[in-house]
């Protein structure tokens, strides 16, 4: 019964696109609106997938998602603004009312289509108006891309 609840808990923000999730052990508490997935987490809505050892969801009083976070060994395939990426890190977090994902620990940032690559502490990414902010924490920030520069061309020909 409570991996009904808990399906059914996280099918409220599947709209008109399916969403799978696998996971050992499925824990839901409706008095508290959280849900907790262990052991091997793997959720797949469209395209989008996220592996994690633990996804704990907090809902709101409709049953509506409003948090999730995705802890131990995350990684994540994701399209954001229409651009497809990979991330990982310890801790992944989804703010849904404001559209923020933030990753924490060794956080790892790629846009696939053109290899650009951001390494920091803490990586936060605001779909609303588009933007991330990297923080290093005690390391510097990492950023690696690619250019097409027209004297690096001249000179290897």
Known sequence: MRVAIALLLISTFTFAVEVQIVAKKVFADE??????????????????????????????????????????????NVTID???????GSILTYDVAPNKYTLKGNAFLEELNTSRKVYGDIITIDQNNGTYAVDGGTEPVKFIFQIDDAKSKEANK
């Not at 052991?39 to 997938?49: E, L, P, S």
């Not at 229409?82 to 990982?88: E, I, L, N, P, T």
């Open 82 to 88: 229409d651009k497809r990426y990979h991330a990982s």
């Open 31 to 76: 008095k508290a609106l959280k849900s907790r997935l262990s052991d091997n987490v793997v959720i797949k809505k469209g395209d989008d997938i996220l592996v994690a050892d633990t996804v704990t969801i907090d809902f709101n009083k409709d049953k509506e998602p409003l948090k999730y976070e995705a802890q131990g060994s995350v990684s994540a």
